[in-house]
């Protein structure tokens, strides 16, 4: 799980981190109301757009943390 999470886009791997960090301390509902926040954030990302686009032309992605 981690080498898949270390692979992940750097700002993908910000916010989950902050998922699980923030997240253990808060109710189910508070949590997956950051989630659902955080990724709407990560919705609007180069690097989304990136991670797809690679996906489709079955190639290692080349995230800029943008």
Do not use: H, W
């Amino acid at each position: 799980m981690l080498e898949a999470i270390c692979q992940a886009g750097p700002i993908a791997t910000k916010y989950f981190k902050e998922a699980v960090k923030s997240g253990s301390d808060m109710t189910l509902r508070d949590g997956l109301i950051l989630e659902t926040d955080l990724n709407v954030i990560l919705q609007s990302t180069s690097d989304r757009a990136e991670g797809i686009a690679s996906f489709m032309e079955k190639r290692t992605p080349k995230f800029t943390g943008e």
